[in-house]
């Protein structure tokens, strides 16, 4: 089992950053991927940017592609987004996620976070 609890968000000027935090506990850190969802009022949930298990690959939604940054710290069992160049387009709740897998265009994950408002004002 993996526990996530997501902490940083808020609300944000247009323009501005923005750093998501998620602490996971349960099994070994390293030992899965994780990543990060979000989802708009009346939208479906989407993905966001995954990273695997050691950090060395990386992939984003072309939506926050160049503005987002997905990263992850296993000796402090910690994952993180780094949000800049926020826009109202951006608000949403953010849930981090653990053990991602593709389904042909589809992300889909094995454990979630309660998640986290970030909102982008204009």
């Known amino acids: 089992q993996v526990q996530l609890v997501e902490s940083g968000g808020g609300l944000v000027q247009a323009g501005g950053s923005l750093r998501l935090s998620c602490a996971a506990s349960g099994r070994t850190f390293s030992d899965y991927n994780m990543g990060w969802f979000r989802q708009a009022p009346r939208k479906e949930r989407e993905f966001v940017a995954r990273i695997s298990w050691s950090g060395s690959d990386t992939s984003y939604a072309d939506s926050v592609k160049g503005r987002f940054t997905i990263s992850r710290d296993n000796a402090k069992n910690m994952g993180y987004l780094q949000m800049n160049t926020l826009t109202p387009e951006d608000t949403a709740v953010y849930y981090c996620?653990?053990?991602?897998?593709?389904?042909?265009?589809?992300?889909?994950?094995?454990?979630w976070g309660q998640g986290n408002q970030v909102t982008g004002s204009p």
């Open positions: 996620a653990a053990e991602l897998r593709s389904i042909g265009s589809r992300w889909l994950a094995n454990y």
